[in-house]
């Protein structure tokens, strides 16, 4: 992977290498003990975690001949992130994209595909995944109707989750191994528990993947689905199926991706989070910690803190040194004209500027 001390060749070098960081502030308000860290994946290139399965899958398909400079067409449905991260790579490596995509995904991401180059198709919202008109139907049909066109396939892909295994988790494993233990800041210098919020699977299947095989087995991993989604396992968990309609964009769905593990030995715990928590929880990242992270951000960190209450998670907060890291996937560029953001962002403030009380 290209340092960023270092001049890069293109964009791609750019991809990951985010930073880890500490959450300090909110741990104390919570009472931890233990260390909360957060991945900050909006600090990657193109604005997302998805910018590394982008590259990944790209790179792969060039190598076993799927993808054919100055020829082929990609086209992924997405909910905004991959393609983001697809337009981008395919900008550096010249192939057209088209990018099939809900209509609840935000104007923010459809203005950055376009600016990419991308053509962008909008899909209906409650259009079921296995109905033509879905964004996954309709990428489909774009691909039997297109000359040269390529479905790269985030859903089914291997080097979605394979991008996590050998880039993300690596990441974080380096960033905590290589931290010193300090009495400022006791460590176990090891990833004690992992929490993301999921979408196609990859992020946390790959992640769980790096941390269990080869840093720590004992690693608990725990992933997030928003209500409404059918994502979460045991399936009893899911109690209102996919009937309820959430803001939150990136995570969830009405069908269960083949790159997400729902095997235990992958996922430990699986725990829904409203929309509420999630604005709440993005807030607080905001003014607390000064982290301008999109909503699934907000959805891994309520979670997480859920989690830490749990009777599993307890212990992990009351222990000194424990390292939790939580997964922040993008950034608040994504949203900023969303009602959710809005509504924070602008309403008056609680206190004058200047104390009115004196003299009157
Ligand atoms: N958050 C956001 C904002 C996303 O775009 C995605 C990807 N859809 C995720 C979380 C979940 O990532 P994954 O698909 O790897 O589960």
């Given at each position: ?5 270092h ?6 070098d ?5 930073p ?7 741990a ?7 260390n ?5 994946e909006f600090?990657s290139?193109?604005g ?11 790179l ?9 400079p ?12 991959t393609?983001i ?14 990018i ?12 950055l595909?376009?600016?990419l180059g ?8 409650t259009?079921?995944w296995d109905?033509?008109?879905s964004?996954l139907?309709?990428a489909?049909?774009?691909q ?14 291997p ?26 800041w ?30 720590n087995?004992?690693?608990i ?5 928003p ?30 991706p083949?790159?997400?593990?729902r095997?235990?030995?992958d ?28 909503g699934?951000s ?8 859920t ?12 222990t000194e ?15 900023m004209?969303?009602e ?21």
């Amino acid at each position: 992977m290209a340092s960023s001390r270092h001049i890069l060749n293109n964009a791609l070098d750019a991809v990951g290498n985010t930073p880890l960081i500490r959450l300090d502030k909110i741990a104390a308000e919570e009472g931890l003990k233990c260390n909360l860290l957060g991945k900050l994946e909006f600090m990657s290139v193109g604005g997302s975690v998805k910018d590394r399965i982008a590259k990944a899958m790209v790179l792969a398909a060039e190598k076993d001949g799927r993808l054919v400079p100055g020829q082929s067409v990609v086209i992924e449905p997405t909910s905004g992130n991959t393609g983001i991260g697809l337009a981008l790579a395919c900008a550096v490596k010249g192939y057209s994209v088209i990018i099939t995509m809900p209509n609840k995904m935000s104007r923010e991401k459809e203005a950055l595909l376009r600016a990419l180059g991308a053509r962008v198709v909008r899909t209906p919202d409650t259009e079921p995944w296995d109905s033509p008109n879905s964004h996954l139907g309709v990428a489909q049909r774009l691909q039997r109707e297109i000359p040269h066109a390529v479905i790269l396939d985030q859903y089914r892909n291997p080097n979605n989750p394979l991008a996590h295994e050998y880039t993300t988790g690596p990441e974080i494993v380096d960033a905590v191994t290589s931290t010193p233990s300090s009495p400022l800041w006791p460590s176990s210098m090891k990833v004690d528990a992992f929490i993301a919020s999921a979408g196609t699977g990859g992020t946390i299947t790959g992640i769980s993947r790096a941390l269990k095989k080869t840093h720590n087995p004992d690693c608990i991993v725990v992933g997030i689905d928003p209500v409404g989604s059918i994502l979460a396992f045991p399936d009893s968990l899911n109690e209102h199926g996919i009937s309820k309609p959430y803001v939150v964009e990136g995570i969830g769905y009405d069908f269960i991706p083949e790159v997400l593990s729902r095997d235990p030995a992958d996922v430990d715990t699986w725990l829904k989070s409203t929309d509420e928590e999630a604005f709440k929880a993005v807030e607080r990242l905001m003014r607390k910690e000064g982290l301008l992270v999109g909503g699934s951000s907000g959805s891994a960190l309520s979670g997480a803190l859920t989690w830490l209450k749990s009777e599993q998670g307890r212990k992990f907060a009351k222990t000194e040194g424990m390292n939790i890291v939580v997964l922040l996937p993008d950034g608040i560029r994504n949203y900023m004209s969303k009602e959710w953001f809005l509504n924070f962002a602008l309403r008056s403030d609680p206190s004058p500027l200047v104390d009115q009380s004196d003299g009157v």
